[in-house]
């Protein structure tokens, strides 16, 4: 019977393809490569795993076939290899959802280590460059403040201020008042 399932007539599903996947962990010099398949169902599912075409029985460690809640399986078989014969090892799948039995490989992920660490450098300087400006900024503009009050002090003297542009000399002109008219 289907775990889970209700006493009673057991309902039968449409044969459901296994989705597979196949992920490797080296530990100790000694690369373990796993095939899970899961979703399927009949329960019957045969996996192995192949090298250079030839299949794998002896070195092969079956985790055994077992059902999930919604009335399909998953299965898994596992096989440790040297890590430089990774790419030699296929994982084979057999089903009765399936025209031909399929092949599945594994592709070792990259190492995000450097990935990461550049994205965070990236960040860090993004944020410095700006923290940078903003500071710049602020201290630019107390500057440009501090050149208008001293153009202030010197209303009791009659040359003309410095020729800064327009918006400056009006300001200028508003600072220093009725000296000018």
């Not at 710049?136 to 403040?145: A, D, L, P, V």
Request: hydrophobic fraction near 40%; aromatic fraction near 8%.
């Amino acid at each position: 019977s289907v775990w889970g399932a209700q006493p009673g007539p057991q309902r039968h599903l449409p044969a459901v393809q296994p989705e597979v996947r196949v992920w490797g962990k080296e530990a100790d010099g000694i690369l373990t490569l796993s095939c899970h398949a899961y979703g399927f169902y009949p329960r019957p599912i045969a996996i192995s795993w192949m090298k250079d075409g030839m299949v794998q029985d002896q070195e092969t460690h079956w985790g055994g076939v077992m059902p999930n809640s919604d009335g399909t399986y998953h299965a898994l078989a596992a096989i440790d290899v040297l890590p430089e014969d990774g790419d030699k090892y296929r994982c084979r799948v057999e089903h009765a959802s399936l025209p031909q039995p399929g092949l599945f490989l594994w592709e070792p992920q990259p190492n995000l280590i450097p990935i990461v660490a550049g994205a965070v450098i990236a960040i860090v300087a993004v944020i410095t460059a700006v923290v940078g400006l903003v500071v710049w900024k602020s201290k630019s503009g107390k500057e440009e403040k501090g050149d208008r009050a001293s153009l202030g002090e010197c209303q009791g003297q009659r040359s003309p201020p410095p020729v800064l542009g327009v918006g400056a000399l009006w300001g200028s002109s508003l600072l220093l008042g009725s000296q000018w008219k």
